[in-house]
Structure formats: structure tokens, C-alpha cells
């Protein structure tokens, strides 16, 4: 199966600054650090590209390596990062050659690379026509015997100084799980909010300005679900009866569709009586909030109720930019966006708060920001969903 | 003396600014905590009004146990007073006496409280009526909005 090409040097980067802001790496070697452009291919012993050795240099000093992975199946970005041993290339191939003309004199070879003979443990590879001559070990310069895999009995780990094929010993399971998390890290770091960001130089004050911890967790309903351009998109109404919270809380819920109904109408579908003789929504009705969704949207929007919401309910619709009329005792509202501290101390719990839009008092109504989901109770919530083609 | 305690915790929470906006922040005063009682000497909670010279910006309601239940504005956007109302309306017991009186012509009333009709979220100033003819009866104001209370508890409302 051919290798998938992947670039995560961009994602790699990012680790990097992640470990560096943390002070999980030495301050002094690694603040301005610049993360080289090229590296050295590292192969798996079955010829498969696997990671790339990558120089870190301040004023063009090498101060540290790092490895960034060039196949998925290695599951994350940054493989390594090292300091204190001296990764120069050039100067490896030529001790390398040197060692290998000691070994043998007469040894012929077209091509020399780096292998990961037992990762991360890395040797260099002399091939003539494709096919390996010698393979000495980095650093002590030891022939690397010829494989054991044949030999080794089943679920045999490798012996101490053996070249195994990381790739080809790797479960089928482990490997798509692995690809899978690659995939994910790369997805989210290579995102178009970090776009403008230069990753390749460790810098700590402006990677924290950039990614600053997040301590909550806020969102509000947008015209669409690309909420970065444009302005909060929900509009309050108050009910224009003492009684009608539910035609109110519909409406808006309706508006927020571009479905612009009055009151009067919606009381009217929903038997909520006149604006001269009005009345509440009976207990046990409630599956008339979802008809009129449906039938006043012409089943553009396909509605449903959940009478007993959690605030992990209200989080995920609101996260998908859906407003949901939130049904307490005696009451209803329109819910239109979430907060929650994301930071928990033992014994408390972290406040979660709903954006209301109360139509009460009548006529008026109020936006409350927030609202305590921690000591309110809630009844039925009312969620629609706008079918696509 | 709970009172202070109670705008104390209102203004703290006005400042720290993830209730109310900037604006809010900057041009909101705090008032006098006012209980939220039903029946009439029971407490409930905490209704703290933010002013913004004679309108009503929005109100804190905390718990007795001072607990934030919610911040709600009556500013549809930041800086919008056009729809806040007067805050004689929710703050002063004379203008909500004269809101029933102005619909019961010739009744007598009793002493305005704070109150909510049936549920917490149906805030509203309860008022105690003698009717002209004979009888009582609760009345509510919410704003402009004077009403009946209803005694039913099955309905959304």
C-alpha cells in the first residue's frame, strides 16, 4: 500500500510551543528557538517514510531536534524532542562511512539513509540496487543484525539489539485508531483561527496570547453556525397577554427561521384563546408547541420535545446554533446560548448559565444573562431542526 | 442590614462583568435590594435594580442565600435604554398603587410587595384590594401590565 503523504511539521510546531509554554522544556535553550524547514528522512525498516529529524537553531546553533512524524500510524504530531545529543547530519554519514569502511573494505553501495531499525533506535542503511549491504547503529557503530521476525515466536517482543518493522508489526486496530487521532490533531491545529500564526520559532508570551487557557466556555445564537463574522443573531419579544409565554416563546423561536408569525396566529393554532380572552398553555399540551413548529414552518422544520433536559442537552443544541424554548414551572422561555467554567474545584460546582429570552413581563421582557442552571428547574425543552435537501 | 450585604454582592457581580455588559458596567447604578416575597412575608429571593437615571436597566435576583439565580436586562442591545421602562414602575409602591387604582376605580388598596404570580419567573408587584362594591382580591402589576391572580398552577403561562 503506497504511504499517504503528510505534512505535520505545522501541528508539530505548535506541540512544540505548547511544551515550551508550559516550562515543560528549558527556558534558556529553547525561547526563540527557530524549528527548521527540512530534516532528515527517517524509514521504517520495510522502506516506509516514518519521521523526520528536525534541527531546532538559535542564531544558527543547533540547540535541540525534534521528530515529526511523516506517517499517520505514528498517532500524533511530535514524536520527540531532544537536547544534549548532536544531530549533524552530515557528519553522521561521514562517520557512518568511515565505520563501514572499517567494517568492509570493499563495500559497495548507491544509496545510504536513516532507518528506525527498532524505533526509536535509529541506524544507518547502505543499499546497493534497493537492497541493504551493511546497517551499523548510530553512535557505537555496530553491525544491526538481519531480522528475527521469522524466528521470534508469536507476541514475542523484540530482543534488545534487533531491527524490527514498526509499521509492519503494528496491530491493523492499533494503526486505524492511530491514523484516526493523527488525522484529528492535524485537523485541529492546521484550523483557519490559527491561520495567521507563526509557529516556527518557540516563543511562550505570544503562543499564551494566542491560545490563551480556556477557562469558559461561552456561545451565543449567530445568524449561522459561522459565528466568527457576524453579530449575536436572536431577537427578544415580550408576550402581549399576562398568559401567553408560549406563543411568545414560539415566535421567537419561529423569527429566529425567518418564519415571522404574530402572537394572535400562534395562540390561535396553539388554542391559547384571544388577545381579549387568553389562557395558558394546559399541562400535558406540550406536544402543541411541536405541531405548530412543524405545521407553521410547512415541516421545514422538524421539532421535537425532550421533557426532561439536561444542561449537556441545551450545550449540544446551542452548539449547533439551534434556540430551544426551555419550559419551566408555570412558564417558557427562548434559550439562545450557554456559559460554563470549565474550571472545577472539589466540592463546588463549576456555574452553568443559560441565555434566556423571557417574554415576561408582558409586552416587554427581559434577556437574562445568565441564568443559573445550577438551582432553576426545568421542565419540557423544544428543539427544531431545519431540514436540508 | 442583609440589604447591604445583598447590593454588596450585586455590585460585585455587576463589576466582575460576565452578567451585564460594558456599557451596563459603566453606566448602571445599583440600588436598594428589595425582597421578593410570597405570601406576603415569606422571602424568596432578592431583587436588586440597576438604574440608569429614571430607567430600569435590569434587575439582579440572588437566592436568601445570596446566590445568583440570574442577571436579566431589559436592554435588547448594549447601550439601548428606548426599551427599558420607567423604574418607578418596578421600584416605587406608590406608582404601582396607582396602576391598580387607575383600573379598579374606587377600590382600596393594601400595602404593594414584591411578589410573583404563582411561579418565581412571573415576577410582579402583588397588591391587596378592597373592591368598591364589596370583596377583595390580589392584584398584579408587572410593568404596564396589571392583572388578576389566577389561582390555576396546570398551565404554561
Given at each position: 500500500?503506497a504511504?499517504?503523504?503528510?505534512?505535520?511539521?505545522?501541528?508539530?510546531?505548535f506541540?512544540?510551543?505548547?511544551?515550551?509554554a508550559?516550562?515543560?522544556?528549558?527556558?534558556d535553550?529553547?525561547?526563540?528557538?527557530?524549528?527548521?524547514?527540512?530534516?532528515?528522512?527517517?524509514?521504517?525498516?520495510?522502506?516506509e517514510?516514518?519521521?523526520r529529524?528536525?534541527?531546532l537553531?538559535?542564531?544558527?546553533e543547533?540547540?535541540?531536534?525534534?521528530?515529526?512524524?511523516?506517517?499517520?500510524a505514528?498517532?500524533?504530531?511530535?514524536?520527540?524532542?531532544?537536547?544534549?545529543?548532536?544531530?549533524?547530519?552530515r557528519?553522521?554519514?561521514k562517520?557512518?562511512?568511515?565505520?563501514?569502511?572499517?567494517?568492509?573494505?570493499?563495500?559497495?553501495?548507491?544509496?545510504?539513509?536513516?532507518?528506525?531499525?527498532?524505533?526509536?533506535?535509529v541506524?544507518?542503511?547502505?543499499?546497493?540496487?534497493?537492497?541493504?549491504?551493511?546497517?551499523?547503529?548510530?553512535?557505537?557503530?555496530?553491525?544491526?543484525?538481519?531480522?528475527?521476525?521469522?524466528?521470534?515466536?508469536k507476541d514475542?517482543?523484540?530482543?534488545?539489539?534487533?531491527?524490527w518493522?514498526f509499521?509492519d508489526?503494528?496491530?491493523?486496530?492499533?494503526k486505524r485508531?492511530?491514523?484516526?487521532?493523527?488525522?484529528?490533531i492535524l485537523?485541529?491545529?492546521?484550523?483557519?483561527?490559527f491561520?495567521?500564526?507563526?509557529?516556527?520559532?518557540?516563543?511562550k508570551?505570544?503562543?499564551?496570547?494566542?491560545?490563551?487557557?480556556?477557562?469558559?466556555?461561552t456561545?451565543?445564537m449567530?445568524?449561522?453556525s459561522?459565528?466568527?463574522?457576524?453579530?449575536?443573531?436572536?431577537?427578544?419579544?415580550?408576550?402581549q397577554?399576562?398568559?401567553?409565554?408560549v406563543?411568545?416563546?414560539?415566535?421567537m423561536?419561529l423569527l429566529?427561521?425567518?418564519?415571522?408569525?404574530?402572537?394572535?396566529?400562534?395562540?390561535?393554532?396553539?388554542d391559547?384563546?384571544?388577545?381579549?380572552n387568553?389562557?395558558?398553555?394546559p399541562?400535558?399540551?406540550?406536544?402543541?408547541?411541536?405541531?405548530?413548529?412543524?405545521?407553521?414552518?410547512?415541516?421545514?422544520?422538524?421539532?421535537d420535545?425532550?421533557?426532561?433536559?439536561?444542561?449537556?442537552?441545551?450545550?449540544d443544541?446551542l452548539?449547533?446554533n439551534r434556540?430551544?424554548?426551555?419550559?419551566?414551572?408555570?412558564?417558557?422561555?427562548?434559550?439562545?446560548?450557554?456559559?460554563?467554567n470549565l474550571?472545577a474545584?472539589p466540592?463546588?460546582?463549576?456555574?452553568?448559565g443559560?441565555l434566556?429570552?423571557d417574554?415576561?413581563?408582558?409586552?416587554?421582557?427581559?434577556?437574562?444573562?445568565?441564568?443559573?442552571?445550577?438551582?432553576?428547574?426545568?421542565?419540557?425543552?423544544?428543539?427544531?431542526?431545519l431540514?436540508?435537501? | 442590614?442583609?440589604?447591604?450585604a445583598?447590593?454588596?454582592?450585586?455590585?460585585?457581580?455587576l463589576?466582575q462583568?460576565?452578567?451585564?455588559?460594558?456599557w451596563?458596567?459603566?453606566?448602571g447604578?445599583?440600588?436598594?435590594?428589595?425582597?421578593?416575597?410570597?405570601?406576603?412575608?415569606?422571602?424568596?429571593s432578592?431583587?436588586?435594580?440597576?438604574?440608569?437615571?429614571?430607567?430600569?436597566?435590569?434587575?439582579?435576583?440572588?437566592?436568601?442565600e445570596?446566590?445568583v439565580?440570574?442577571?436579566?436586562?431589559?436592554?435588547?442591545?448594549?447601550g439601548?435604554i428606548?426599551?427599558?421602562?420607567p423604574?418607578?414602575?418596578?421600584?416605587?409602591?406608590?406608582?404601582?398603587?396607582?396602576?391598580?387604582l387607575?383600573r379598579?376605580?374606587?377600590?382600596v388598596t393594601?400595602?404593594?410587595?414584591l411578589?410573583?404570580?404563582?411561579?418565581?419567573?412571573?415576577?410582579a408587584?402583588?397588591?391587596?384590594?378592597?373592591?368598591?362594591?364589596?370583596?377583595?382580591?390580589?392584584?398584579?402589576?408587572?410593568?404596564?401590565?396589571?392583572?388578576?391572580?389566577?389561582?390555576d398552577?396546570?398551565?404554561?403561562?
Amino acid at each position: 500500500m503506497a504511504t499517504r503523504k503528510v505534512d505535520a511539521r505545522r501541528a508539530a510546531a505548535f506541540q512544540l510551543n505548547t511544551l515550551h509554554a508550559t516550562d515543560a522544556l528549558p527556558a534558556d535553550r529553547f525561547e526563540g528557538a527557530r524549528l527548521g524547514a527540512q530534516g532528515t528522512p527517517i524509514y521504517d525498516i520495510n522502506g516506509e517514510l516514518l519521521f523526520r529529524r528536525v534541527p531546532l537553531t538559535k542564531k544558527g546553533e543547533v540547540v535541540a531536534f525534534a521528530d515529526i512524524a511523516a506517517h499517520p500510524a505514528l498517532g500524533d504530531a511530535l514524536i520527540a524532542v531532544s537536547h544534549g545529543v548532536e544531530w549533524d547530519e552530515r557528519r553522521i554519514l561521514k562517520e557512518a562511512i568511515t565505520a563501514a569502511k572499517k567494517k568492509r573494505r570493499a563495500l559497495r553501495y548507491d544509496t545510504v539513509r536513516f532507518v528506525a531499525y527498532s524505533f526509536p533506535k535509529v541506524a544507518v542503511q547502505f543499499l546497493s540496487k534497493g537492497e541493504e549491504v551493511l546497517m551499523l547503529e548510530w553512535l557505537t557503530w555496530a553491525q544491526v543484525p538481519p531480522s528475527r521476525y521469522q524466528e521470534r515466536k508469536k507476541d514475542e517482543p523484540p530482543s534488545n539489539f534487533e531491527r524490527w518493522s514498526f509499521l509492519d508489526e503494528m496491530p491493523a486496530a492499533t494503526k486505524r485508531a492511530r491514523v484516526k487521532r493523527f488525522d484529528e490533531i492535524l485537523r485541529q491545529w492546521d484550523a483557519r483561527r490559527f491561520a495567521r500564526y507563526r509557529v516556527d520559532i518557540l516563543d511562550k508570551a505570544k503562543f499564551l496570547d494566542l491560545v490563551r487557557f480556556r477557562l469558559v466556555e461561552t456561545y451565543e445564537m449567530h445568524y449561522s453556525s459561522h459565528a466568527g463574522d457576524h453579530q449575536v443573531c436572536f431577537e427578544l419579544r415580550g408576550q402581549q397577554t399576562d398568559v401567553w409565554c408560549v406563543a411568545a416563546s414560539v415566535q421567537m423561536l419561529l423569527l429566529f427561521y425567518r418564519y415571522d408569525y404574530t402572537q394572535v396566529r400562534l395562540a390561535d393554532e396553539m388554542d391559547l384563546g384571544t388577545l381579549n380572552n387568553p389562557n395558558g398553555l394546559p399541562y400535558g399540551d406540550e406536544q402543541k408547541v411541536v405541531d405548530t413548529i412543524e405545521a407553521l414552518s410547512s415541516n421545514q422544520l422538524d421539532a421535537d420535545m425532550n421533557p426532561s433536559p439536561t444542561f449537556t442537552y441545551y450545550r449540544d443544541e446551542l452548539r449547533l446554533n439551534r434556540p430551544i424554548i426551555s419550559f419551566i414551572p408555570g412558564h417558557s422561555r427562548a434559550c439562545a446560548g450557554f456559559t460554563r467554567n470549565l474550571l472545577a474545584f472539589p466540592g463546588f460546582t463549576p456555574f452553568r448559565g443559560l441565555l434566556i429570552y423571557d417574554p415576561w413581563p408582558p409586552n416587554v421582557g427581559v434577556i437574562t444573562r445568565w441564568e443559573n442552571f445550577n438551582i432553576s428547574s426545568y421542565r419540557h425543552a423544544f428543539r427544531a431542526r431545519l431540514q436540508h435537501v | 442590614m442583609q440589604s447591604q450585604a445583598v447590593v454588596r454582592a450585586a455590585k460585585a457581580m455587576l463589576e466582575q462583568g460576565s452578567m451585564a455588559d460594558a456599557w451596563t458596567r459603566q453606566h448602571g447604578e445599583v440600588r436598594k435590594a428589595i425582597p421578593v416575597e410570597a405570601p406576603k412575608g415569606v422571602m424568596q429571593s432578592w431583587f436588586v435594580p440597576v438604574l440608569h437615571g429614571e430607567r430600569l436597566l435590569g434587575f439582579f435576583e440572588l437566592t436568601p442565600e445570596l446566590d445568583v439565580r440570574r442577571y436579566s436586562s431589559f436592554q435588547k442591545h448594549a447601550g439601548d435604554i428606548e426599551g427599558c421602562p420607567p423604574a418607578a414602575d418596578w421600584i416605587d409602591p406608590e406608582t404601582i398603587r396607582r396602576k391598580v387604582l387607575q383600573r379598579l376605580k374606587g377600590a382600596v388598596t393594601g400595602e404593594p410587595y414584591l411578589s410573583f404570580d404563582t411561579y418565581p419567573s412571573r415576577l410582579a408587584w402583588a397588591v391587596p384590594v378592597t373592591l368598591a362594591g364589596g370583596g377583595s382580591r390580589l392584584m398584579f402589576v408587572a410593568g404596564d401590565s396589571v392583572f388578576e391572580g389566577r389561582s390555576d398552577t396546570g398551565t404554561t403561562r
